[in-house]
């Protein structure tokens, strides 16, 4: 069984500084893919970043890194630079190699980027 | 721009009564999903189809049911069996599986309140 576990229901960062997001993970695949997404208060779901479990490199897309960690099962999401735009939800999850391509989500945790 | 598409955007529904919250996609996509996301909470699965004409349960299906009839559209219907539905709800897609690595791509959601 796959599960995702976010530990901090709420975060808080000052703007312009960097913020990490905590995530962990479990799952019996040999092969699965992390991601990572932003709820903002309107609702919808924003992809922010993407890392395969094979992956040698640690991902990074603009202001967004994940800090993978396969030995302990983490997959942490940097912020660097906070803006007042980056204040949402964030969601980890986790998608496996078998069965129905799904994602698996963490509870969030509630990023606020103060002025 | 290809993307999804949820309507209505909120919808209220009477005791005993069914409602059937539309979701369409241009993005060619093959799979598609519906998942329900409660206050505080995660997304969790409801059903979800790889194929036209096929479709599969997922966590929580019960008084739900869905249609694959085309490969744009997967309409979720929420039945009077559904005692608690009362959430945010939100269709995603992929493109064919393949890659853990393909991000699912979401609609807007629709938020559904009984009344």
């Known amino acids: 069984a796959q599960k995702i576990t976010q530990t901090q229901p709420g975060m808080f960062v000052q703007e312009k500084e960097a913020v990490t997001l905590d995530c962990t993970y479990d799952t019996s695949d040999p092969s699965y893919g992390l991601f990572w997404y932003k709820q903002p208060s309107s609702g919808e779901m924003i992809f922010l970043i993407y890392?395969?479990?094979?992956?040698?490199q640690n991902a990074t897309e603009g202001r967004y890194s994940l800090n993978f960690q396969k030995a302990r099962k983490s997959a942490n999401l940097v912020i660097s630079a906070s803006q007042l735009g980056d204040s949402a939800m964030y969601f980890c999850?986790?998608?496996?190699?078998?069965?129905?391509?799904?994602?698996?989500f963490g509870t969030g945790t509630r990023l606020t980027v103060i002025p | 721009d290809g993307g999804i598409t949820q309507s209505p955007k909120y919808l209220f529904r009477k005791e005993g009564q069914n409602v059937t919250l539309s979701c369409e996609q241009n993005?060619?996509?093959?799979?598609m999903y519906w998942y329900r996301q409660d206050p505080g909470q995660g997304l969790r699965l409801i059903y979800y189809?790889?194929?036209?004409?096929?479709?599969q349960k997922g966590d929580i299906a019960e008084g739900y049911s869905v249609s694959r009839e085309k490969k744009e559209s997967f309409p979720l219907t929420v039945t009077s069996a559904q005692k608690n539905p009362t959430a945010f709800y939100l269709c995603?897609?992929?493109?064919?599986?393949?890659?853990?690595?393909?991000?699912?791509?979401f609609g807007d959601g629709t938020r559904l309140s009984i009344l």
């Open positions: 189809s790889q194929i036209v004409n096929d479709f």
């Open positions: 890392q395969g479990s094979y992956d040698q």
């Open positions: 995603a897609s992929t493109p064919p599986p393949g890659e853990v690595g393909q991000p699912q791509h």
């Open positions: 993005l060619n996509h093959d799979a």
């Open positions: 999850a986790m998608r496996g190699s078998t069965g129905a391509n799904n994602l698996f």
